[in-house]
C-alpha cells in the first residue's frame, strides 16, 4: 500500500518537477528560480491529481482540497528535498541543457531515489491513519 501511495504521489509530483526543471532551463531561469518553479509546480500537479479522485467521489471541493494537503503534503515535501538535492548536488546537472544526457538521466534517477526514499515515509504515515489512508477514505 506505501509502494502504491509513493507511485500515486510521485506521478503528480514528477509532472510537476520535470515541468518546472524543463521551464526553468529553457527560460535561462537561475538555479534557485528553477528549483522553486519545479517545487511550485509538484505540488500543484500532486495536489490536482489526488484531488481529482477524491473529487470524482463525490467530495466538495474544499474538502476535498483538505483530504489532498493532508494526503500528500509530507510526500511530496520529502519528494522534493530529495529531487532537488540531487539535482543542485550532481555535477553541471542543472547547468546541462534539454538536450543533454546530464540533465535527463540526474532528473531520472532524482525521481528513483525520491521513490525509494518516500515508501518507509509514506508507510509511517498510513499505519498512523495519515497521509494517503485518509484519501481511501473517500473511495
Known sequence: MAAQATLHCL???AVGEV???IIGTAAGLHNGATVAVSVVLAFVFG???TMRGVLRAGVAVR???K???AADTVSILVMEIIDNTVMVGVPGAMDAGLTD???WGSLAGSLVLAFVLTVPVNR???GR???HAVVHAHH
Do not use: H
Open 11 to 13: 506521478t503528480g509530483c
Open 19 to 21: 515541468a518546472g526543471m
Open 47 to 49: 495536489y490536482a491529481l
Open 63 to 65: 474538502q476535498a482540497l
Open 67 to 69: 483530504v489532498a494537503l
Open 101 to 103: 544526457v546530464l540533465f
Open 124 to 126: 509511517w504515515m498510513i
Open 129 to 131: 491513519g495519515k497521509g
